[in-house]
């Protein structure tokens, strides 16, 4: 089977368009597996090729249709455009307790932005708490919301560039969105 066979075979079971699929081909992205859904975007983890470079990575892509009731989506868009928002925002973001953003890029023809993260072994708090309950151990609790705090506390302060505000408001910190390294 070939590269490009098998790409196609994993998007269409994603609901990707061929469009999406072709342009995430050209750049050296091949899906491997859902990760979620959110209320605004698709997660994957993708195989990227380029070169010598070959790594695993999180690929968002934004849904074709966004919950325009949500009041994230409300407060984003009355602001600026939803995707330009997420990307320059990310692209200040550099702390060992937030997911690095690899790169960000616009899809031809298209007004969506695709965003690609650094991939590290971990699960979210949600699924941890679902599967084992939770956290009674106090040293393991400290640990995870003291990182968890620096994280928003760096987030509150880094420059934006931006003439109004330094500074980026994290509005979606939830079990889900709290990653736990398995290692």
């Known amino acids: 089977e070939s590269f490009k066979s098998f ?3 994993n998007s269409n ?4 368009s061929n469009e999406v699929e072709t342009f995430l081909i050209g750049k ?27 790594s695993l990575r999180v690929v968002k892509i934004p849904l074709d249709e966004i919950d325009e009731s949500s009041i994230c989506t409300i407060i984003n868009t009355s ?10 925002a990310s692209n200040r973001l ?3 307790n937030l997911i690095e953003v690899q790169e960000n890029f616009k899809v031809p023809n298209s007004n969506k932005t695709i965003n690609v993260e650094s991939h590290f072994n971990a699960q979210d708090l949600e699924s ?21 705090i620096d994280a928003v506390k760096y987030a509150n302060h880094v420059d ?9 408001l994290l509005r979606d910190i939830k079990p889900s969105n709290i ?5």
């Open 28 to 54: 050296g992205y091949t899906l491997v597996d859902k990760l979620g859904e959110g209320k605004t975007r698709k997660s994957f983890l993708a195989q990227y090729n380029s070169g010598e470079v070959s």
């Open 13 to 16: 079971n994603y609901g990707i």
């Open 179 to 183: 990653l736990v390294n398995k290692d």
């Open 128 to 148: 941890i708490i679902k599967g084992h309950g939770p956290i009674n151990d106090e040293d393991k609790f400290r640990n995870i919301f003291t990182q968890v």
């Open 7 to 9: 790409s196609k075979i």
């Open 79 to 88: 602001k600026r455009d939803l995707e330009e928002n997420e990307a320059h």
């Open 94 to 96: 550099h702390h060992p």
């Open 160 to 168: 934006t560039g931006g003439p109004f505000f330094d500074g980026v």
